[in-house]
C-alpha cells in the first residue's frame, strides 16, 4: 500500500530559472576553489540512457520539477512506517503524464523486507513503466552492500524522497567536469554553495546525474529500521552501515541553493553501480585521483510533498 497523493499536503514553488550560461559561469567559479581542474559547459545532452550513466531516458529536458516527498523527521528519532509515496502518482503532480524520474529516496520496505537506500530511475508514459531504479540492503549475513534492480510493479520509496522529474527529452544541460579535489566540501555540497554564494537568498535548483569516473567514495546503507529511538546525530552514525566503494559509480539526486520557506532537503544524492555497490553519497575518499562528470538541469519549480509537521534538521547532509 502507499498514501494516496490526493490526501497529502502539497506545495508548490516557482524557482529561479537563470541562463544556463550564466548558471555555468557561476558553478565555473565557486568549483575553483574545491577542485584543481573544472570545466562547466552549456552543451547538447548526450543520450544518458547508454552507458555509463544507464538512465531510463535519454534526456533531461522539458518541464522539470524537483520533488520533495515526506522527510527524515519520518525516519529519526523512530521511524513512521505508514509513509510510503508511489512515485507514478508524485510525477503527475507536475502536469505531466509522460517523465523520466530520478533521485535519492528510502527504499520501498514493504517490498524489500528490510530499510534500504532507493537510487529511483523511472520512466513513467502513462500506465506504461520502464523502472531501472536501484535499492541498496545491508546483507545481514556479512554487512555487505546488496544493490538489486527494482520490477517494474515497485515504483514506491518510503519516508523521504528528492527527486528530478522531467520530460526525458533532449535538450542543452550543464555539463560539469572537475578533477583532483583540492578543498574540503564534497562534489555536491560546492556545486550548491557555488549556486547559494552568488544568488543568495533566490533559490535555484539543480537535478541530474553524475559520474563518479575515478577514485572512491564513501558511502552509507541503511540498516533495518532501529529498535530504539535516534536521538542524536551520533546515534545516526553508530546506526548507519559506512562503506569505501569504487569507481564508476553514477549518482542521481537533486540539490536547492536555498530553501524557499518548505524545510527541504537541500541536497541528496545516491549513486548506484554495474558491479555491485551503491549507496548514500558523503564525498571522495581519493582526492588525488577523483574525477566527475554531471550532467544537470535547472528545476522549473519545486513541489513540497506531505512535509512532516513535527521537523528537525538532524540526518540532512
Known sequence: MSLKTATLRVDRKDLKCPPLEEVATVLSKGLQDVFSQVSVEVVDCPDLSQQPFTLARQGLGGKTALIESGGVPF???????????????????????????????????????????????????????????????????????????????????????????????????????????????????????????????????LGGTFLLKEGKARQHVMPDFSATPLHTE????KWLNFYVMSSPLIAVGTLISADPGLDLRVQHFHSFSHHGEGGHYHNDTTPNTAEYLGYFNLGQSVIRVDAPIETHHMGRD
Open 75 to 205: 525516519l529519526l528519532p523512530s521511524v513512521k512506517r505508514d509513509k510510503v509515496y508511489e512515485m507514478k502518482e508524485l510525477g503527475k503532480l507536475t502536469g505531466l503524464d509522460s517523465f523520466l524520474m530520478i533521485g535519492a529516496g528510502a527504499g520501498p520496505w514493504p517490498f524489500a523486507g528490510t530499510n534500504a537506500e532507493l537510487m529511483a530511475n523511472l520512466a513513467v508514459d502513462g500506465d506504461n513503466v520502464d523502472n531501472q531504479s536501484r535499492m541498496a540492503k545491508v546483507n545481514p549475513k556479512d554487512n555487505g552492500c546488496l544493490l538489486e534492480v527494482l520490477p517494474n510493479t515497485e515504483t514506491r520509496h518510503a519516508l523521504l524522497g528528492n527527486l528530478f522529474c522531467c520530460e526525458g527529452k533532449p535538450g542543452k544541460v550543464l555539463k560539469v567536469h572537475c578533477r583532483h579535489r583540492i578543498g574540503e566540501d564534497d562534489f555536491v555540497t560546492s556545486l550548491r554553495k557555488a549556486l547559494a554564494s552568488h544568488y543568495k537568498n533566490e533559490p535555484v535548483g
Open 234 to 237: 551520533e546515534d545516526l552514525n
